[in-house]
């Protein structure tokens, strides 16, 4: 079933990125994955084709866009690890914020007039009230967030000169897997909570910590706001149906207005699991706000968006499936 077109999905073979690529399969659409393999998976690759190449590289985008005559674009390929954005920048402003230019670029080329972007709650910073509405001052605090307001903003001056519609989606915590346990979160190293939890527990990872007990919260360590990636998949699907239908776009939040803190989600994943492990506390990680929690009402009022996939059980739960089926096989 491809009767709704064709969607370019760079990072097609990243966590979040095969996710949409499933849901986009599911919705009618053909989703082209568009990836370098250098952190996502060819075994994501399931729902379309896979073509190999780097959001750097402007010949393989034209060739790319040269296969198919795309309604929208999904771009997901970026660097997205706080904590090595402050080490290492440089790769954070290439990758993302060069990578976006040449996809700009080659979009204009060939008249792709449609982008969904990826973008975060790390726009915000500390912020100074949560939940944290779209118009919150955005003061990011570490390279990655920076990286992806600059794109915002870029994305602005090119919808003004150029009428490129699109929509920013600002993700608080992606997390969870696919109910089907066929996709999930592998990355290595894996630095997000909640696999690194998960796979501690599974004696995969030898030395997991608490990053922080002293923030002004009320057990002391760090409040996100976690969202299940197949939500976060329904509302990029969505996203492309808008803008094939001549939706302007927008800026939103993509959150559930729920925050939980690190020791909150590792109780979670003690529950689900059965299992449990000595809680050990590390200082706090650079980069790191102490609590993000989204608005999530604008999406909800102007698009519809409500998550529902999402509580804090069917996140954990879901997780835990996926990095069981990939212990069995590794
Ligand atoms: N965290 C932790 N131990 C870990 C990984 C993460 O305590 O091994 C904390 C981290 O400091 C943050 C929260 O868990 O407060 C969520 O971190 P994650 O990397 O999952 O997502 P982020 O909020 O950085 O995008």
């Given at each position: 079933m491809t009767q709704r077109g064709a969607v370019l999905v760079t990072g097609g073979g990243g966590y979040i990125g095969a996710h949409c690529c499933k849901a986009l399969h599911e919705a009618g659409y053909l989703p082209v994955a568009f990836d370098d393999?250098?952190?996502?998976?060819?075994?994501?690759?399931?729902w379309g084709p896979a073509v190999e190449g780097n959001v750097q590289d402007p010949k393989s985008l034209e060739a790319v866009f040269r296969t198919q005559d795309f309604v929208a674009v999904m771009h997901f390929a970026a660097a997205s690890a706080v904590g090595e954005s402050v080490v290492d920048p440089h790769k954070y402003y290439t990758n993302n914020v060069g990578g976006t230019l040449t996809l700009l670029r080659a979009m204009r080329d060939a008249g792709c007039q449609n982008l969904i972007f990826s973008s975060t709650?790390?726009?915000?910073?500390?912020?100074?009230?949560?939940?944290?509405?779209?118009?919150a001052i955005k003061s990011p605090i570490n390279p990655y967030g920076r990286s992806k307001l600059m794109i915002e903003d870029i994305l602005a001056d090119y919808r003004t000169a150029y009428g490129l519609r699109s929509f920013c989606f600002r993700y608080f915590n992606a997390s969870g897997a696919d109910s089907s346990g066929e996709i999930g979160e592998d990355r290595d190293p894996e630095t997000h909570l909640i696999p690194r939890a998960i796979m501690a527990l599974q004696g995969e990872?030898?030395?997991?910590?608490?990053?922080?007990?002293?923030?002004?919260?009320p057990d002391g360590t760090a409040i996100r706001d976690y969202i299940h990636v197949s939500d976060l998949a329904a509302a990029h699907v969505m996203g492309a149906g808008l803008l094939a239908s001549g939706h302007g776009g927008g800026i939103y939040n993509l959150g559930t207005g729920a925050g939980y803190s690190v020791k909150d989600v590792l109780s979670a994943i003690f529950r689900e699991t059965g299992l449990t492990m000595p809680l050990v506390y590390r200082p706090r990680r650079a980069g790191d706000p102490p609590m993000l929690i989204a608005d999530p009402s604008a999406a909800r009022r102007d698009l519809g968006f409500k998550p529902s996939h999402s509580s804090l059980d069917a996140i954990i739960a879901t997780a835990w499936r996926w990095h069981r089926s990939i212990a069995k096989h590794r």
């Open positions: 393999f250098s952190t996502g998976h060819r075994s994501f690759v399931k709650g790390a726009v915000y910073g500390n912020a100074s009230s949560e939940p944290i509405a779209e118009g990872v030898g030395d997991f910590a608490i990053f922080g007990n002293d923030y002004p919260t």
